[in-house]
């Protein structure tokens, strides 16, 4: 028995029993908090039974599961971990044909074709209809990545000019689009078959790229997110290869070039791109210290490319730049919903406040979404008092605390909780100013009923909701809570380095947090990197040895 589950010799260690309970603790906590929020609005509601008066009760009662399902995927990890077997040598001569790459680069783009067939043209919708209106009428503005307006008003622009319709030119870009994220699904294939993955997670990864069927909706939306979240999943691959191979990377400019370019485009593509690269620096100054220069000068680059571009680009161009009221989202919901629930507001930090967001944009909180209020926040005003007006929103939260935490946690549950219920990806094209020629008119004209009726059902219906177990591989929470769950495997491995390799995965959700709104496009790259962060967990095995030699299979 030990020789066949040696990780079940791991029961006796306390420290396994010590990190399962943090893990039983955590979990619970995240269970219970978001089914509050959820069900009454707040998570300081108190109930009549005994066993569940207030939420601290409550987590304690779940406790006992977590830990026993922490403890159990704990050992299931740590199981696979010890078998590699002859199956990696099998799959790795299945996979070893030449063209390879391009034939999972086929079945990839392949995969996507039910949702573009069922959602001809493609899911024209959220921000793209502003992005080519506003920038055909005259407007070209930051708030919107350029490099992704510049795509999508370049195609437009190219098929109108040759005579086809808005809805051509949507296939366009979605076709564009679909091949290269295919692209990028095949060079996560190809990377996790070069660094030696175990089998069961290079063959997973393949069935869950293919059959995932967000994927499929994501590939056809033409939103900035989808691009950004293959560049994220290259990025992610990029620091990876830097911390495990140090010399050979930081010995190779192409290395760092591909690298360079890689955050680059994660910047232009989304503004937190630039952010998540930028909190993961000083951890990689301390861990990469003996390549400082090479790394410092990697870094400088990115940080003068993303000035650039906010700066002389912007004026060149003639865009507008993005409004910073953007990054306040966390202060108008706590102000809004301290203001609606009659919380204590006093008269001078009123008229603080007033000239920013008055009484009737405070009145206009929502708990899931600060557009509403954001719509109508006054930035100039903002910034020419934006000291004091964030001193009286302090003072006021020392006095709300409850509301306060309130605000920050219904804004942002639907990311951690797996049984929220919030938006997900509608299977719809918006057709905005019907009237303005400006303005791209966009009509989907399904190819397939058939797909057509299964992705709306995913998307615009959420019938998965109804069905346990896939709910919740279907939710954003339960991929924050795969994060989670492999930062605890690495503390109790000791192996902190894995750590490091997860930091973009928690950077970037910790600039989400501070976000508008908790949406499926917004965690969608967290989603799509599943895989690698899988392999971060339990094949790392094969970054201390070099890829270049035939792996050995454990005799069983």
Request: aromatic letters at 16%; a positive charge; hydrophobic letters at 50%.
């Amino acid at each position: 028995m030990k020789d066949r589950f040696p990780a079940i010799e791991k029961l006796k260690q306390i420290r396994l029993w010590i990190f399962a309970l943090g893990g039983g603790i955590l979990f619970a906590a995240f269970d219970r908090c978001g089914y509050m929020l959820k069900h009454y609005g707040t998570i300081w509601a108190v109930s009549e039974n005994p066993w569940h008066r207030t939420v601290w009760m409550r987590i304690l009662c779940r406790v006992p599961a977590y830990t026993l399902a922490v403890l159990l995927l704990f050992l299931l990890v740590m199981q696979l971990e010890e078998r590699r077997g002859r199956a990696a040598r099998r799959w790795e001569r299945l996979w070893g044909w030449k063209y390879w790459f391009f034939l999972m680069w086929a079945v990839y783009f392949a995969s996507f074709l039910p949702a573009f067939l069922g959602g001809y043209p493609g899911l024209f919708a959220a921000d793209a209809p502003n992005q080519v209106g506003w920038t055909f009428s005259g407007w070209l503005t930051a708030h919107h990545p350029l490099l992704h307006t510049g795509i999508l008003c370049g195609i437009f622009s190219a098929v109108r000019s040759l005579g086809g319709s808005d809805n051509l030119a949507a296939a366009v870009y979605t076709v564009l689009q679909m091949a290269a994220l295919s692209w990028i699904f095949a060079w996560i294939s190809r990377f996790l078959k070069k660094e030696h993955a175990p089998v069961w997670l290079q063959a997973g990864a393949v069935f869950f790229l293919c059959v995932f069927p967000f994927h499929g909706m994501m590939a056809i939306y033409t939103t900035k997110d989808t691009l950004f979240a293959g560049i994220f999943a290259l990025s992610a691959m990029e620091l990876w290869k830097m911390c495990v191979r140090p010399e050979e990377y930081f010995g190779s400019p192409r290395r760092m070039l591909g690298g360079a370019v890689c955050f680059i485009l994660l910047l232009l593509f989304r503004n937190n791109g630039f952010h998540t690269v930028i909190l993961c620096a000083p951890f990689l100054l301390i861990y990469l210290r003996r390549y400082w220069k090479r790394l410092g000068i990697l870094l400088i680059g990115v940080t003068l490319a993303y000035l650039a571009y906010n700066g002389p680009f912007l004026k060149l161009v003639g865009a507008e730049p993005g409004n910073s009221r953007e990054t306040l989202s966390v202060v108008m919901q706590t102000l809004g919903r301290t203001y609606v629930a009659a919380g204590d507001i006093r008269p001078e930090e009123m008229d603080v406040i007033r000239p920013v967001m008055d009484e009737e944009t405070l009145s206009l909180y929502t708990p899931d979404l600060s557009d509403s209020i954001k719509n109508y926040f006054d930035t100039e005003a903002f910034r020419e008092n934006a000291g004091e007006f964030l001193n009286a929103w302090a003072r006021i939260g020392l006095r709300n605390t409850k509301i306060y935490v309130d605000a920050f946690l219904n804004t942002t549950y639907a990311f951690w909780y797996p049984a929220a219920e919030n938006e997900y990806l509608e299977f719809v094209c918006f057709d905005i100013q019907e009237g303005d020629p400006n303005y791209p008119h966009v009509h989907m004209e399904p190819v397939c009923g058939l797909f057509h009726r299964y992705y709306t059902a995913i998307g615009t219906d959420a019938s998965f909701r109804q069905i346990p177990v896939v709910r919740e591989l279907l939710s954003m929470g339960f991929y924050v809570w795969l994060m989670a769950f492999a930062a605890l495997y690495a503390l109790y491995k000791r192996e902190y380095r894995r750590l490091l390799w997860m930091l973009p995965f928690w950077t970037y959700m910790g600039t989400n947090l501070l976000g508008p709104a908790a949406l499926l496009r917004y965690a969608y790259p967290v989603m799509l990197a599943a895989p690698l962060l899988l392999f971060w967990m339990t094949g790392t095995a094969a970054a201390d040895t070099d890829r270049n030699q035939p792996l050995h299979p454990q005799s069983s």
